[in-house]
């Protein structure tokens, strides 16, 4: 069935270092791709998708290319900030046979100042 | 515009209740999604509501279960609840035109004594 890959976190990064968080996916078809993030105690916000291929979804400083070639949807930020710590989540559409959103585990980030 | 809201935010049970979660979606959205995170497990998707009726179902017991109105409130209900069922519950909500693209609430943070 469909997946997600994410890299396995910890992440602590010093502040204005940049950042790439990889994920790939494995999936039938043409998914849409997203990245959330969540903050510690709070619900997942929607940082950015892509929909097709060569698609770049990009945010607040964050960016991302849906790679067909590769199967990835790799996140960067060129310079990071302390109020970047927070969990991100890769996670790709599969509205036909499994439901929903499926999510990769979470890629914990800490940024120290 | 008003996001996702869920309530109670926090909730304490013993094992053999039931519970029931509280969802309102962004207005205008008719999609409800629910999904399940632990540490464990990570985010899994539980059901879809559509137009008061379940259009997607997740790989979980009969003792999960849910409903809509016809505001698109829904209702998530957990009976004879286990240690296990201890998790963080997130509704999520989309536009029809757009119903991959889901926007998250705060979710419901469940304890199960």
């Known amino acids: 069935g469909n997946s997600v890959t994410q890299m396995e976190g910890p992440v602590t990064l010093s502040e204005e270092a940049f950042l790439t968080i990889n994920c790939t996916y494995t999936a039938t078809g043409y998914p849409s791709l997203f990245w959330y993030v969540q903050y510690p105690g709070e619900g997942l916000q929607l940082l950015l998708k892509a929909t097709k291929a060569d698609d770049k979804g990009s945010n607040k400083g964050f960016e991302a290319t849906y790679r067909k070639e590769t199967t990835s949807f790799h996140l960067e930020k060129g310079s990071v900030q302390v109020s970047d710590s927070a969990v991100y989540f890769c996670?790709?559409?599969?509205?036909?046979?499994?439901?929903?959103?499926?999510f990769g585990k979470g890629t914990k980030l800490s940024v120290k100042p | 515009k008003a996001g996702v809201t869920q309530t109670p935010r926090y909730l304490i049970k013993t094992r053999g209740q039931q519970v029931t979660l509280s969802c309102s979606p962004i207005s205008g959205h008719r999609s409800v999604s629910w999904y399940q995170q632990t540490p464990g497990q990570g985010l899994q998707f539980l059901f879809e509501?559509?137009?008061?009726?379940?259009?997607n179902k997740g790989n979980f017991p009969g003792r999960f279960s849910g409903r809509q109105f016809s505001n698109s409130r829904s209702e998530m209900n957990v009976s004879t609840l286990e240690l296990g069922d201890s998790a963080l519950y997130l509704c999520a909500s989309s536009f029809e035109g757009a119903r991959e693209t889901q926007y998250f609430g705060p979710g419901t943070r469940l304890l199960v004594l």
């Open positions: 996670a790709l559409s599969d509205l036909g046979s499994q439901g929903n959103l499926i």
């Open positions: 509501y559509f137009s008061e009726t379940q259009r």
